[in-house]
C-alpha cells in the first residue's frame, strides 16, 4: 500500500476552515483515500473517503487531483471540539485491515 | 456511538498473566478487527476476523491470539503479559461492502500491565 505522509501537527482559530494536505505518491489504481478522527482514548471515526475530484459530506470536504499522489481534507469553519488526531490512509479494498501513519494533530484555539 | 462494544473498559494486571478481551460488532457486521494503539508505535493492525474465519494477520505476537464465534463476537487473548504491552486494544467491524472504508470502532480496553 501506497505510503502516507502528512503534517504532524497544525493550529487553527475557531471559524477557520482548516486544510489537512496529504502526500501518497505510489498510490495504485485501486485504491482509495480515506480519512479518519480520533479524539484521545476513543476509537477512530471514519469521517471522508474518495476516489478522485471532490467529495463533500456533512462533516468534510475532500479533494483529489487528477494525478491522486496527493489529497486535501478540509474541515469548515472548525470549532474547538475538532481538535483532535486526523488520519489519512490509502486502502487497496473493503473489508480489509487500515494501515495508520502518525496522523496529524489538529489543535483549535479559541 | 458506534454500535461496537468492548469489555472490559479498563483491566490492570501483572506481568506473565494472561487477559481476555472481548468485542461484539455492530449488528449484521460480518468483519472484526483488532488494533492495538500504544505511544511508540501509533495504531497497528493485529488481526482481522470475517464469518468465523481469519481473514488478515497483521504485527501480532504469538502470545497473542483471537477467535471469532458463530454469534460474530470476537475475543483477543493475551498470554505471558509483559509491560510493553500496555496499551489500547481497539475493535472495529465493517459491513459487507465492495469499496467501504468505513470501520466501525469500539471504545476501546484500556490493558495496564504492572
Known amino acids: 500500500l501506497a505510503k502516507t505522509t502528512q503534517p504532524i501537527s497544525m493550529d487553527s482559530y475557531e471559524g477557520q476552515e482548516v486544510n489537512i494536505t496529504c502526500s501518497h505518491n505510489?498510490?495504485?489504481?485501486?485504491?482509495?483515500i480515506t480519512w479518519y478522527q480520533q479524539f484521545p482514548s476513543q476509537g477512530p471515526r471514519f469521517i471522508i473517503q474518495?476516489?478522485?475530484t471532490k467529495v463533500t459530506n456533512e462533516v468534510a470536504s475532500l479533494f483529489i487531483p487528477a494525478d491522486r499522489k496527493s489529497s486535501t481534507l478540509s474541515l469548515p469553519r472548525v470549532s474547538l471540539s475538532d481538535t483532535a488526531v486526523y488520519y489519512c490512509?490509502?486502502?487497496?479494498?473493503?473489508?480489509?485491515?487500515?494501515?495508520f501513519g502518525k496522523g496529524t494533530r489538529l489543535s483549535v484555539i479559541a | 456511538d458506534s454500535g461496537v462494544t468492548q469489555t472490559p473498559k479498563h483491566l490492570i494486571t501483572a506481568t506473565g498473566q494472561r487477559v481476555t478481551l472481548r468485542c461484539s460488532p455492530r449488528s449484521g457486521d460480518l468483519s472484526v478487527y483488532w488494533y492495538q494503539q500504544s505511544l511508540d508505535q501509533g495504531l497497528q493492525f493485529l488481526i482481522q476476523?470475517?464469518?468465523?474465519?481469519?481473514?488478515a494477520k497483521g504485527n501480532i505476537l504469538e502470545r497473542f491470539s483471537a477467535q471469532q464465534f458463530p454469534d460474530l463476537h470476537s475475543e483477543l487473548n493475551l498470554s505471558s503479559l509483559e509491560l510493553g504491552d500496555s496499551a489500547l486494544y481497539f475493535c472495529?467491524?465493517?459491513?459487507?461492502?465492495?469499496?467501504?472504508?468505513?470501520?466501525?470502532f469500539g471504545p476501546g480496553t484500556r490493558l495496564t500491565v504492572t
Open positions: 505510489n498510490i495504485a489504481t485501486n485504491d482509495y
Open positions: 472495529a467491524s465493517s459491513p459487507q461492502a465492495g469499496h467501504s472504508y468505513e470501520q466501525y
Open positions: 474518495g476516489y478522485k
Open positions: 476476523y470475517y464469518n468465523g474465519e481469519e481473514r
Open positions: 490512509l490509502v486502502a487497496r479494498s473493503g473489508n480489509t485491515p487500515l494501515v
